[in-house]
C-alpha cells in the first residue's frame, strides 16, 4: 500500500543497516526523525513497536523502555501497545516476581481495552496466561483459561485465529483442576483439526465448532 512507502525506505535505508552495525542510538535518532512528518497511525505504531522490540536485550535497554512507554501513550486505548509492555516486563532474562506481576498489570490493561472495543480479546487472554504460568500464579492462571473457554461462546470477528496453549499447565497439588487442563487441552486439539480442515480462511473458532452437543 502507498502509505507504507515511505516506511519501506525507512527501514531498508537506515533502520536494517543501522542495526546490522549495532548502532542501537542512531536508530532511535532516526526513527525519531522519520516519526516527525509521518502521520499515519498503523505506520506509527509499527516504527515505535519495533525500535522499542530491537533495542531492548542488546541496546540501551533505557531507551527501549521509553519507546515502549511511547506506545502505550501514543495508543492508550490499543491492546497491543499495553501487550508490548507486558511482554518487555515479561522477556525472560527479567525473569523475577516483581516483574512478572508489572507484566500482569499491563496485560490486564490490554485486556480491559480489547473487551471495550470487542476485539483481540483472546489474543490479550493468552498473553496474560503465558505470563501467569510463568509467574506459577496458578489460580488467576485458572481463572483466566475458564474465561477463554466462556468467550468461545463469542462470534468475534477480529481475535486470534488459533486456541493457543503454549503455557505450562501442570495438575498436581496446588496447581491447576485436572478437569479444566484436559478439557482445554482438548479444545485445542479441536481447534487445530478444525484448521487442518478448513485451512487458510479459519477464522476464530466458537465453542460449538470445537465441542459440539
Not at 512528518?37 to 522499542?52: G, H, T, Y
Not at 490493561?109 to 472495543?117: E, N, S
Request: with cysteine; aromatic share 12%; hydrophobic share 40%.
Amino acid at each position: 500500500m502507498e502509505e507504507w512507502n515511505a516506511y519501506i525506505e525507512f527501514r531498508d535505508r537506515m533502520f536494517f543497516p543501522l542495526l546490522e552495525k549495532d548502532r542501537y542510538i542512531e536508530i532511535a535518532d532516526a526513527a525519531d526523525a522519520f516519526l516527525v512528518s509521518e502521520d499515519n497511525p498503523a505506520v506509527r505504531f509499527r516504527v515505535i513497536s519495533e525500535v522499542s522490540v530491537f533495542l531492548d536485550e542488546p541496546g540501551p535497554v533505557d531507551v527501549a523502555f521509553r519507546w515502549a512507554e511511547r506506545l502505550c501513550d501514543e495508543f492508550p486505548d490499543y491492546p497491543f501497545a499495553w501487550c508490548r509492555m507486558g511482554a518487555w516486563f515479561c522477556a525472560p532474562y527479567r525473569a523475577t516476581p516483581e516483574n512478572y506481576r508489572v507484566a500482569g498489570g499491563h496485560y490486564e490493561t490490554a485486556l480491559r481495552h480489547a473487551r471495550a472495543a470487542d476485539e483481540w480479546v483472546r489474543y490479550v487472554l493468552f498473553d496474560l496466561c503465558r505470563c501467569l504460568a510463568k509467574a506459577e500464579d496458578w489460580e488467576r492462571l485458572e481463572t483466566r483459561m475458564r474465561e477463554i473457554i466462556a468467550d468461545l461462546q463469542t462470534k468475534r470477528a477480529l481475535d486470534s485465529a488459533v486456541l493457543e496453549d503454549d503455557w505450562s499447565m501442570p495438575t498436581g497439588d496446588g496447581t491447576l483442576e485436572p478437569a479444566l487442563v484436559a478439557r482445554y487441552r482438548g479444545l485445542a486439539a479441536a481447534d487445530r483439526e478444525r484448521r487442518d480442515r478448513v485451512g487458510s480462511k479459519a477464522g476464530p473458532a466458537t465453542l460449538d465448532e470445537l465441542e459440539p452437543k
